[in-house]
């Protein structure tokens, strides 16, 4: 079965490998140890570029080497980068003074502004990709690594208009599984086990065209 799969880079990051010394993932051998028996013809990888902050002022360089290793995959993996927007946002500071835990305080809470961020375009361009590549490609099988239950959209466009198998792969903890992806799927693997990342690695270092590279210390 020729199949193409689409990853919410940052959906599989924070339900996968966030809070683990896995990050340096080998993506394409991960999904041939998850789905045996496919011909992964594509495997599209949607993210955006991070900014760096106080506490963690490397995180950008971290990010780049890792889309730096996805690249030695290429031509089977296509990188597709969206952005973050940020805007000034008041919330109420924490925690809040309650005289008594069976009333609310007696006086607001005081506001503080924070800078918000949100991804743009990972959603759209999953969906516009997706739907082009039932339009434009000869293949049996769509694959979604994200719990993301706003791609349930172009996913049931694929299953019933254009007669695509549907397999979700959830990178949460299993008890997260959308419920909506859930009913959508054909096939569905609830959760990736650590055994499965930890297997799935890149080696410490590669090379390309600009010369060797080495994964981050901290990974």
């Known amino acids: 079965m020729d199949a193409i799969v689409y990853i919410d880079g940052f959906n599989l990051y924070n339900g996968a490998v966030k809070r683990t010394m896995l990050k340096w993932l080998d993506l394409s051998r991960l999904l041939s140890r998850l789905l045996p028996g496919r011909k992964i013809k594509r495997i599209r990888y949607f993210t955006a570029k991070i900014q760096g902050f106080d506490h963690d002022p490397s995180a950008p360089a971290r990010q780049d080497l890792y889309l730096r290793a996805l690249k030695t995959l290429a031509p089977l993996l296509v990188i597709h ?58 293949f049996d099988e769509v694959v979604l690594v994200s719990n993301d239950s706003d791609l349930v959209p172009p996913l049931e466009i694929a299953k019933n208009r254009f007669g695509k198998t549907i397999t979700v792969i959830n990178p949460h903890p299993k008890k997260y599984m959308s419920g909506h992806l859930l009913q959508l799927a054909d096939n569905r693997l609830r959760t990736i086990n650590k055994k499965a990342l930890a297997a799935c690695q890149f080696p410490s270092t590669l090379s390309d065209a600009k010369g060797n590279f080495t994964k981050p210390q901290s990974w």
């Open 81 to 138: 980068e969206g952005w973050f927007a940020n805007h000034p946002v008041l919330l109420p500071q924490f925690p809040l003074a309650y005289t008594d835990s069976r009333k609310p305080p007696q006086r607001p809470p005081q506001a503080v502004q924070i800078l918000k961020f949100e991804e743009k375009w990972t959603d759209v361009n999953i969906a516009a990709y997706m739907v082009l590549d039932c339009v434009d490609e000869t």
